[in-house]
């Protein structure tokens, strides 16, 4: 049984990541902990803003198609973060600081990513409902 793809859903969903990621990704970049000295605690709520609510929202954004929330969901999150991740496995393995720990966390990641923008997906699917 194949799966019918919004792919509009989808690139909503996407865009939605992005604007949270996005943010989020440059506050870690440019004042994350290891400044010493001047220390915010704005890298923290980036930080789970990033995990947290960029997959969830991107899910739910995306997870309003019918009749397949979850898989609008997964890919939601997975197609920028999955992105990202190869983007960043290539850029370390170029650079030769890339190590099995890292390739292996990165996977992890976008499997939590994923899962995350799944559980997304059926809440926005339920909000859906409810309102209809």
Do not use: K
């Amino acid at each position: 049984m194949a799966v019918a793809i919004d792919r509009r859903a989808v690139g909503r969903g996407i865009v939605a990541y992005l604007a949270v990621a996005v943010p989020c990704g440059l506050v870690l970049w440019l004042g994350g902990p290891s400044q010493a000295g001047h220390e915010s605690n704005l890298w923290v709520v980036a930080a789970l803003a990033l995990v947290l609510v960029a997959p969830l929202l991107a899910g739910a954004v995306a997870g309003g198609a019918q009749p397949s929330p979850l898989v609008h969901g997964a890919l939601a999150v997975a197609v920028p973060a999955g992105a990202f991740l190869i983007l960043r496995v290539i850029v370390g393995v170029g650079q030769g600081t890339l190590t099995a720990t890292q390739a292996v966390n990165f996977l992890l990641f976008l499997v939590v990513f994923t899962s995350l923008g799944m559980l997304g997906g059926y809440l926005g699917f339920r909000r859906r409902q409810r309102l209809a």
